[in-house]
Structures are given as C-alpha cells and as structure tokens.
C-alpha cells in the first residue's frame, strides 16, 4: 500500500505546530493509528519525523500564525538583494535597518507566542530565530523552506549552496521547490518489505534525533558557558563594590577614632580648666580671708 499523501501532510502539520516536549508522544500516537489503519508505510514516514529544537519551533510558530508579517519579512529580503545589486545605496542603508527592527520584532512576537502557548522561549531559541529569519531574507530558497512551518532545526545561510533538506520536512502534495545547487533525486530502490522499511525508517529516526541531541547539548553548552563568564562578570563587580565598601568602612573607623581622640582631648581640657578655676577661687578666698584680718588689727589699733 502506497503512503497517503494527505495523511503525511496532515501529520506534518499537527506535529510541527506541538511544542517541543509534546511531540514524542503525539507522533507516535499518530504512528500507531496509521499501522492500525493497515498503511504501515505512512507510519514508518511517521515514526522517522524528527523532533524540532526549540529554535525551529517558534520559527514555525510564526509561519502558522503571522503568516503575513513572515511575507513581508521575504518581500524585505527581496527589495534588500535588489538594492544591493543595483548599488542603491542609500536605499540598501534604510532597509537594513529595517531589517534589523523587523526581524527584532519578529523575534519578539515568536517569543510572545511562545508564552500564549505556555511555554517559555529562552535567550537560546530566540537567538535560533533571528539567524533562521536573516537567512530567509538573505535567500529566498531559505525563506520557502521557513514559509512551511516544518523546520526541523534553525537555518543558516552561508552563501555558498543551499541549506540542507534535513533541516526540514517536505511535504508529500507540496512538491519541494529548486534550489541552486540541487542534485537530481535518485532512483528509488526496490522495496524489501514493510519490515525492513519499519527498521531502515527506525534506524533513520535513532541516528536524527541523536544528532538532534548533539546539537542540543552544544547550545545548552554554549548557553551555560555564557551563562558562566556573566556570573564571573557578577562576581568581579561584587568583590570589587566589596572592596570599595571595605575601603569606606575603614575610612569611617579612622574617622572615629580621631573624633573620639577629639572629644577625649576636649573632656580632659575641660578637667585641667575645672583644676585650675577651683585653685583660684580658693587663693582668692585666703586673700580675702587675709584682707579682711588685716582691716580688723588696723580698726583695733588705738586713734
């Protein structure tokens, strides 16, 4: 039995509109429902769809639900090649920065997206979108391949030969379009059998998704190694306020210890001055005490 094409397509269309971490489960729900429906070749085309990262999610996340901003992030592209090879100068310099702000807001919408659906798009996978949107706009065979909403992983654009199939899933009624550098497809060989179908497709799917994992490692990789030199950064900055707040401290400890100092040089003027006052009332009082025996032998001596 022939796979049915509709049945694929539909498939395609469910599965890469699933989060991430949901798609697993719901592709080999769908697997199964084909091998009870009797095509066991449908769910072998099945069971071999690839989980996409989180990146190539939210990039079809945009291509299913702002499927016109996505064109006229393209139509941008185009305008921008044409600028470029016509030598439009100041043209090319005010859609690049048009660019920038578009493919900044996309980047933006698809993380908003993310959120409605629960889900959390991290600085990772929005970094996987804006370098899968610029080679859109850098070749529009990249930007037919965003436009499916079937990426399997983000998209680079190097501009030296067109992105690799296996970076998205291509649709049975949709032929995939021609892009430069494209070999012809092929023969296909011989069916040895539903079995071995089952097994080659299986095999397929274990060495995609280990390479996936790879892939995924290495961005989880880079994002703690990033991760890492920040809180380093963090670190330097608090040893050094640390530093500057220990600075201050013993500044103010100085401080007061010389006002202290002050004030206990300040207490004992106060005492040597108490000293010196009292001294003087009392030299006073025995000259007074003096005088006044001096003046009674005067008024007792005879007139």
């Given at each position: 039995?022939?796979?049915?094409?509709?049945?694929?397509?539909?498939?395609?269309?469910?599965?890469?509109?699933l989060?991430?971490?949901?798609?697993?489960a719901?592709?080999?729900?769908?697997?199964?429902?084909a091998?009870?429906?009797?095509?066991?070749?449908?769910?072998?085309?099945?069971?071999?769809?690839?989980?996409?990262?989180?990146?190539a999610?939210?990039?079809?996340l945009?291509?299913?639900?702002?499927?016109?901003?996505?064109?006229?992030?393209?139509?941008?592209?185009?305008?921008?090649?044409?600028?470029?090879?016509?030598?439009?100068?100041?043209?090319?310099?005010?859609?690049?920065?048009?660019?920038?702000?578009?493919?900044?807001?996309?980047?933006?919408?698809?993380?908003?997206?993310?959120?409605?659906?629960?889900?959390?798009?991290?600085?990772?996978?929005?970094?996987?979108?804006?370098?899968?949107l610029?080679?859109?706009?850098?070749?529009p065979?990249?930007?037919?391949?965003?436009?499916?909403?079937?990426?399997?992983?983000?998209?680079?654009?190097?501009?030296?030969?067109?992105?690799?199939?296996?970076?998205?899933?291509?649709?049975?009624?949709?032929?995939?379009?021609?892009?430069?550098?494209?070999?012809?497809?092929?023969?296909?060989?011989?069916a040895?059998?539903?079995?071995?179908?089952?097994?080659?497709?299986?095999?397929?799917?274990?060495?995609?998704?280990?390479?996936?994992?790879?892939?995924?490692?290495?961005?989880?990789?880079?994002?703690?190694?990033?991760?890492a030199?920040?809180?380093?950064?963090?670190?330097?900055?608090?040893?050094?306020?640390?530093?500057?707040?220990?600075?201050?401290?013993?500044?103010?400890?100085?401080?007061?210890?010389?006002?202290?100092?002050?004030?206990?040089?300040?207490?004992?003027?106060?005492?040597?001055?108490?000293?010196?006052?009292?001294?003087?009332?009392?030299?006073?009082?025995?000259?007074?005490?003096?005088?006044?025996?001096?003046?009674?032998?005067?008024?007792?001596?005879?007139?």
């Open positions: 039995m022939g796979t049915d094409a509709t049945g694929f397509d539909d498939a395609v269309d469910a599965l890469y509109g989060p991430p971490g949901e798609f697993v719901a592709r080999e729900e769908r697997a199964k429902a091998r009870s429906a009797g095509d066991r070749d449908l769910a072998g085309r099945i069971h071999a769809l690839r989980r996409p990262t989180a990146g999610w939210l990039v079809n945009l291509a299913r639900e702002r499927p016109e901003v996505l064109r006229q992030l393209l139509e941008l592209g185009g305008a921008l090649r044409e600028a470029q090879e016509n030598l439009r100068g100041e043209e090319l310099r005010s859609l690049t920065s048009r660019r920038q702000e578009v493919v900044s807001a996309l980047v933006g919408e698809a993380r908003r997206l993310a959120a409605e659906a629960g889900k959390h798009g991290s600085d990772e996978a929005a970094y996987e979108v804006e370098r899968t610029l080679a859109a706009l850098a070749d065979d990249v930007g037919e391949q965003v436009a499916t909403g079937a990426l399997v992983r983000p998209l680079d654009y190097s501009g030296f030969g067109p992105v690799s199939p296996a970076d998205v899933v291509e649709r049975e009624s949709r032929p995939r379009p021609v892009r430069r550098g494209d070999r012809p497809a092929a023969e296909p060989r011989p040895r059998g539903g079995r071995d179908d089952l097994a080659a497709a299986r095999r397929r799917r274990v060495r995609a998704e280990a390479e996936d994992a790879l892939r995924e490692a290495d961005s989880a990789r880079r994002t703690a190694d990033r991760r030199e920040e809180a380093a950064g963090r670190l330097a900055e608090a040893d050094s306020a640390r530093a500057d707040a220990d600075r201050v401290v013993e500044r103010l400890r100085r401080e007061l210890a010389e006002a202290e100092a002050a004030v206990s040089a300040a207490a004992e003027g106060g005492r040597d001055a108490r000293r010196a006052a009292a001294r003087s009332a009392a030299a006073a009082e025995r000259a007074t005490e003096r005088h006044t025996a001096a003046r009674k032998r005067l008024d007792e001596l005879p007139d």
